[in-house]
């Protein structure tokens, strides 16, 4: 999925990736804000029609729970967002969550012990992850082969251990992980919050997100600035796969279960808010304020049609709708991007 965007080497030996001329002397949050002003408004412009359309859409319960809703697809898109970067992509995520989620609930039963648990379920992603990269990174197959591999293999994991049935947890404590609060809001979202905040940090503040950035540019560049592409592509997978693993911890701990079918689907969902979110597909473009923004569309967009109880077929033909524009969105900028 790589492109052929021009780049360049800055001091220091890193590199990043090329803007318009007329963007060059303003600050990076400066640029940020400026190329994702305008996802901005339509976030702006749709919240408040839907606060106004929907009667129940702007109260205080209501946006709990739609901010707790987001919480599984926000967290784990910080980390896609990465992926996309690099210029790569994953299927295996929803794969991941739910062999997270049974591998916790086993070992938590099994041992007795939360933190066992909760570890052995990370773990368990972590490894998945680092195994993706690995794959893609040693043997030059396409990411989107290699995870849709993956994605059939560890659902086939997450059967097996758990015996083909959701797993029920025996240790009360579990639960705690998904429904403790601090200042109102629930861990998951504390969690969303975070990985929001480390991953914006890693990407525009740190060596390592200026290679993954110039590495989805241009790899080929990059390897010859010094830039160690396996090693990265290992690093941003294997992070994918730790996010993932500890969002399936939360949702098994939500949920009371471990369910080797849950999060069907889901991959889509992550790809669609990063695409919406202003990443590119090709790599080497990647905002955090858009991710999040891409994220609450999604979030209002799926919350508003259940109030308005519509019918789930018709929220599949609404979601893939929103990814095709998505997609379109996308070709759009970069068309944008090579005509500057």
């Known amino acids: 999925m790589s492109s052929n965007k021009s780049v360049h080497a800055?001091?220091?030996?890193?590199?990043?990736t090329a803007r318009p001329s007329g963007r060059q002397g303003l600050i990076k949050p400066l640029r940020t804000l400026l190329d994702t002003s305008g996802l901005i408004a339509i976030f702006i412009v749709l919240f408040i029609a839907l606060a106004v359309a929907i009667p129940d859409f702007l109260t205080s319960r209501n946006m709990v729970g739609l901010l707790l809703s987001v919480t599984i697809i926000g967290t784990i898109a910080t980390t896609m967002m990465m992926v996309l970067a690099l210029g790569e992509v994953d299927l295996s995520v929803a794969s991941i969550v739910a062999f997270a989620g049974v591998s916790a609930a086993v070992v938590t039963s099994a041992s007795g012990s939360v933190v066992i648990g909760a570890l052995a379920g990370v773990a368990a992603g972590a490894l998945v992850g680092m195994f993706n990269g690995f794959v893609v990174a040693r043997f030059g197959i396409n990411s989107l082969i290699a995870t849709l591999a993956a994605m059939e293999f560890v659902r086939g994991l997450a059967y097996i251990t758990s015996g083909g049935d959701a797993v029920m947890i025996t240790v009360p404590g579990?639960?705690?992980l998904g429904s403790a609060s601090f200042l109102g809001l629930t861990l998951p979202v504390w969690t969303m919050i975070i990985c929001f905040v480390i991953f914006g940090f890693v990407l525009n503040l740190t060596a390592f997100g200026r290679n993954v950035l110039a590495?989805?540019?241009?790899p080929e560049a990059a390897a010859l600035a010094g830039v160690n592409?396996?090693?990265?592509?290992i690093i941003v997978f294997g992070l994918q796969g730790l996010v993932a693993g500890i969002a399936g911890v939360l949702l098994t701990s939500r949920m009371g279960l471990g369910d080797p079918n849950t999060s069907m689907g889901l991959e889509l969902a992550v790809i669609s808010a990063c695409v919406l979110g202003?990443?590119?597909l090709s790599g080497g473009v990647a905002s955090i304020t858009g991710v999040l923004v891409g994220v609450l569309i999604m979030g209002c967009v799926q919350n508003a049609m259940g109030?308005?109880?519509v019918p789930t077929f018709y929220q599949y033909l609404v979601?893939?709708?929103i990814l095709l524009l998505a997609v379109l969105f996308d070709r759009w900028k970069q068309?944008?991007?090579?005509?500057a």
């Open 10 to 16: 800055a001091e220091g030996g890193q590199m990043e």
């Open 174 to 176: 579990f639960f705690e």
């Open 215 to 218: 590495t989805g540019g241009n």
């Open 229 to 233: 592409v396996r090693r990265l592509k």
């Open 278 to 280: 202003g990443v590119a």
């Open 307 to 309: 109030l308005l109880n």
């Open 319 to 321: 979601r893939g709708a």
């Open 335 to 339: 068309q944008r991007r090579q005509r």
